[in-house]
């Protein structure tokens, strides 16, 4: 994990401690978040690794990208995977998001990334798991990659570990770093950071612990 990852889920887990609110009530009403920044920059430089997919949201056709986002942000370089198809992102655009740390099923599909994500293929079927647990699963749908809000079909291969991913997760939930976008009216997509961090920060630290590590890291 590297510095700019630890400092950012460092800065959450103290965050963690002084507030709980819930964040995008439309799709993530189920995961207790704390909001960690008023605001930072971030832009979109390519996806990769990953592959061009077409599929069906909310009964529309739509051909995309899945894959792993690549980021530059106030804090540095860091990686996500979208979880909203609601809303758009564009390349090389600063947009200005904030850093909320969650907890849910996204969060467990996260804490796959690092043992599953190889090249394009296990990039795309990350990313499509992904969306079929935040526009499904959140809702109530049983994973089913033919049928409900969300849909892939296309690529047997892709689509055979995608279920497999969503059935090593069913179940279960984890802590994740959510990327909330904080553009007024012009909304862009909401993100997961990925590789998870959290196994690399002991939560159950006292708040002065985390401030301490936090200005510890921004002297180095």
């Known amino acids: 994990m590297n510095r700019i990852t630890r400092n950012l889920f460092t800065v959450a887990a103290a965050a963690a401690l ?11 009403n189920a995961d207790k978040v704390s909001l960690l920044e008023p605001n930072f920059n971030l832009t979109l430089t390519s996806i990769n690794p990953g592959k061009n997919v077409t599929i069906r949201y909310n009964g529309s056709s739509m051909d995309t990208r899945a894959g792993i986002m690549n980021l530059n942000t106030t804090w540095g370089a860091l990686n996500a995977v979208c979880i909203d198809l609601s809303h758009n992102i564009g390349y090389n655009t600063n947009y200005k998001y904030q ?30 798991a992904m969306w079929e647990i935040s526009h499904d699963d959140v809702v109530g749908n049983p994973d089913n990659l033919r049928r409900h ?3 892939y079909r296309p690529n047997n291969t892709v689509r055979a570990m995608a279920n497999g991913l969503l059935a090593q997760t069913a179940g279960k939930e984890a802590p994740y770093i959510y990327l909330r976008s904080d553009n007024g009216h012009r909304r862009t997509q909401d993100l997961a950071v990925v590789p998870e961090p959290a196994s690399m920060i002991a939560l159950g ?9 936090r200005r510890r890291n921004r002297k180095a």
Do not use: C, E
């Open 99 to 128: 850093a909320w740390k969650a907890y849910g099923r996204v969060g467990a599909l996260v804490a796959l990334y690092d043992s599953f994500v190889v090249d394009n293929d296990t990039a795309a079927a990350f990313q499509i």
């Open 18 to 28: 002084m507030s709980v609110s819930f964040a995008n009530t439309t799709l993530f």
């Open 149 to 151: 809000v969300f849909q």
């Open 205 to 213: 630290t006292g708040l002065a612990s985390l401030l301490g590590l």
